[in-house]
């Protein structure tokens, strides 16, 4: 039985307070050669500017480059880019950071997820980053909400009335939570999001379980766009491993309910025509995309489908301005766009 709370975690389409990020600044992230380390400076910057035309965004940076970062981000954008100071192992905010939620008078809540480096990778350290959703939620004025399960925001969707997306690969891993069962997580899952409606989906893209990646994230696979609608990552070419993994998740949704009992509405978003890197069967994916005040980031890869996929963005999300970053260095470390940021809903 999942317990009550006073808490929800509101819709990524609702209206921000504002965007939350970090900035890479050491380790696999940043990168080991200085052409590595410029792209990867300049892809977050690009991405918080980017926000930055929807709505205000706060970077957490650490002492040392207070000053490089301030030069890469400028002081041009329509809304203000601020920094808060702290230490960080990694620039993954949306996993790194807390899950923010409202109380029914407008309090606001972060959650914090015990993070454990994506399950205990070999390559990962995350002494300072186990410590950022802390940071955040006193420089954000949040009730602090202490989690007992290692979850990452990644890791799940919701659709802020009462249902969330969230992958088995990943909330049962056995190096995040061992042992766990499916109604464990729920129940803390539901305390902590106001959930009550759980839709499991049975794995993550191909990719996204090399060395680097997350086991699993929901993040890149499917997200609400609406009450009852989900964007599917949709791979049309079946010499690409993830035209099986697309056809199954989507069964797994078409056959699944949201919390007010509606049969979930189902769209394909288009997997870029780039199949392959130098690593193997890529991960890209538009599904990755930031929902911002009357706005979308969305990835881009110079890629044959970019048009598609920003049409479908613009058909899903009416009356949003839909904005397209180079999301290839952010892939070839792991993540996207929506990996990267987390929103703060506007509270009381």
Same mark, same amino acid.
């Given at each position: 039985?999942?317990?009550? /709370? +006073?808490?929800?975690?509101?819709?990524?389409?609702?209206?921000?307070? $504002?965007?939350w990020?970090?900035?890479?600044?050491?380790?696999?992230?940043?990168?080991d /050669?200085?052409?590595?380390?410029?792209?990867?400076? +300049?892809?977050?910057?690009?991405?918080? +500017?980017?926000?930055?035309?929807?709505?205000?965004?706060?970077?957490?940076?650490?002492?040392?480059?207070?000053?490089?970062? $301030?030069?890469y981000? #400028?002081? &041009?954008?329509? %809304?203000?880019?601020?920094?808060?100071?702290?230490?960080?192992? =990694?620039?993954w905010?949306?996993?790194?950071?807390?899950?923010?939620?409202?109380?029914?008078?407008?309090?606001?809540?972060?959650?914090?997820?015990? @993070?454990?480096?994506?399950?205990? !990778?070999d390559?990962? /350290?995350?002494?300072?980053?186990?410590?950022?959703?802390?940071?955040?939620?006193?420089?954000?004025?949040?009730?602090?909400?202490?989690?007992?399960?290692?979850?990452?925001?990644?890791g799940? %969707?919701?659709?802020?009335?009462?249902?969330?997306?969230?992958?088995?690969?990943? !909330?049962?891993?056995?190096? +995040?939570?061992?042992?766990?069962?499916?109604?464990?997580?729920?129940?803390?899952?539901?305390?902590?999001?106001?959930?009550?409606? @759980?839709?499991?989906?049975?794995?993550?893209?191909?990719?996204?379980?090399?060395?680097?990646g997350?086991?699993?994230?929901?993040?890149?696979?499917?997200?609400?766009?609406?009450? #009852?609608?989900?964007?599917?990552h949709?791979?049309? =070419?079946?010499? %690409?491993?993830? %035209?099986?993994?697309?056809?199954?998740?989507?069964?797994?949704?078409?056959?699944?309910?949201?919390?007010?009992?509606?049969?979930? !509405?189902?769209?394909?978003?288009?997997?870029?025509?780039?199949?392959? =890197?130098?690593?193997?069967?890529?991960?890209?994916?538009?599904?990755?995309?930031?929902?911002?005040?009357?706005?979308?980031?969305?990835?881009v890869?110079? =890629?044959?489908? &970019?048009?598609?996929?920003?049409?479908?963005?613009r058909?899903?999300?009416?009356?949003?301005?839909?904005?397209?970053? &180079?999301?290839?260095?952010? @892939?070839?470390?792991?993540?996207?766009?929506?990996?990267?940021? !987390?929103?703060?809903?506007?509270?009381?």
């Amino acid at each position: 039985m999942v317990q009550t /709370t +006073r808490w929800r975690m509101p819709a990524e389409w609702t209206d921000h307070e $504002r965007t939350w990020m970090a900035w890479p600044t050491s380790g696999y992230t940043l990168g080991d /050669t200085p052409a590595e380390v410029e792209t990867a400076r +300049r892809t977050w910057a690009a991405v918080a +500017r980017a926000i930055a035309g929807f709505e205000p965004v706060t970077l957490v940076v650490p002492p040392n480059d207070l000053h490089l970062c $301030r030069e890469y981000i #400028g002081n &041009d954008t329509p %809304h203000p880019i601020d920094i808060v100071i702290a230490d960080l192992d =990694d620039a993954w905010m949306r996993d790194i950071g807390p899950s923010f939620v409202l109380a029914p008078d407008g309090e606001l809540g972060a959650v914090d997820w015990i @993070f454990n480096g994506w399950g205990g !990778q070999d390559w990962a /350290t995350w002494g300072f980053d186990a410590r950022v959703a802390t940071h955040v939620a006193d420089a954000a004025g949040a009730h602090h909400l202490l989690s007992s399960i290692v979850n990452e925001g990644g890791g799940l %969707h919701v659709d802020g009335e009462g249902t969330v997306l969230l992958t088995e690969t990943v !909330q049962l891993d056995p190096g +995040r939570n061992p042992g766990a069962t499916k109604g464990d997580i729920e129940a803390e899952v539901g305390r902590l999001l106001g959930v009550d409606t @759980f839709v499991w989906l049975p794995r993550g893209l191909t990719r996204d379980y090399d060395e680097f990646g997350t086991r699993g994230h929901v993040d890149i696979v499917a997200t609400f766009t609406a009450p #009852g609608h989900v964007l599917l990552h949709w791979q049309e =070419d079946e010499a %690409h491993p993830d %035209h099986a993994v697309s056809r199954e998740i989507e069964q797994v949704l078409l056959a699944a309910h949201d919390a007010a009992g509606r049969q979930l !509405q189902v769209t394909r978003i288009p997997a870029p025509r780039t199949l392959t =890197d130098d690593e193997g069967p890529v991960d890209w994916s538009y599904v990755n995309h930031l929902v911002c005040n009357s706005g979308v980031v969305a990835c881009v890869f110079d =890629d044959p489908h &970019d048009e598609r996929a920003l049409e479908v963005l613009r058909e899903v999300y009416p009356g949003r301005r839909v904005v397209g970053v &180079d999301a290839r260095p952010l @892939f070839d470390r792991g993540g996207g766009i929506h990996c990267i940021t !987390q929103q703060q809903p506007e509270s009381a």
